[in-house]
C-alpha cells in the first residue's frame, strides 16, 4: 500500500530535494514543503529541482512569498500536514 510523504525543509535543501526524488522509488506519493525561506540558488539544488519538478511532477508548496510555488499560509500548512502518513523534517 502507498504512503502519503511530507518532505519539509528549511536550512537543508538540496538534502531534501534529493530525498524527495528517492521516495518515489517505492511508488509512494510525495509533496515538499519549502518552509520559512526563499529556495536557495545553487547549481547543486538547481539539478534537484529539474528532477522533482519537472522529471518527477512532485508538488511543491511554501509559506514565503518569495518562492514560485504553491503558496499556504501557515494554518493551511498544519491542515494539509494532518492529511500524511508520514512527515519528513530537514
Avoid at 525543509?9 to 518552509?35: F, H, K, N, P, W
Avoid at 510555488?69 to 494554518?75: G, H, I, K, P, V
Amino acid at each position: 500500500m502507498s504512503k502519503r510523504i511530507a518532505v519539509l525543509t528549511r536550512d537543508r535543501q538540496a538534502e531534501a530535494l534529493r530525498m524527495s526524488g528517492g521516495l518515489t522509488l517505492l511508488d509512494d506519493s510525495v509533496e515538499v514543503y519549502v518552509l520559512d525561506r526563499k529556495i536557495e540558488d545553487s547549481k547543486v539544488i538547481a539539478k534537484h529541482l529539474d528532477m522533482v519538478q519537472n522529471m518527477l511532477e512532485i508538488p511543491m508548496f511554501t509559506n514565503c512569498k518569495d518562492n514560485s510555488y504553491n503558496y499556504l499560509t501557515n494554518e493551511e500548512l498544519a491542515n494539509k500536514l494532518l492529511d500524511y502518513d508520514v512527515v519528513i523534517p530537514y
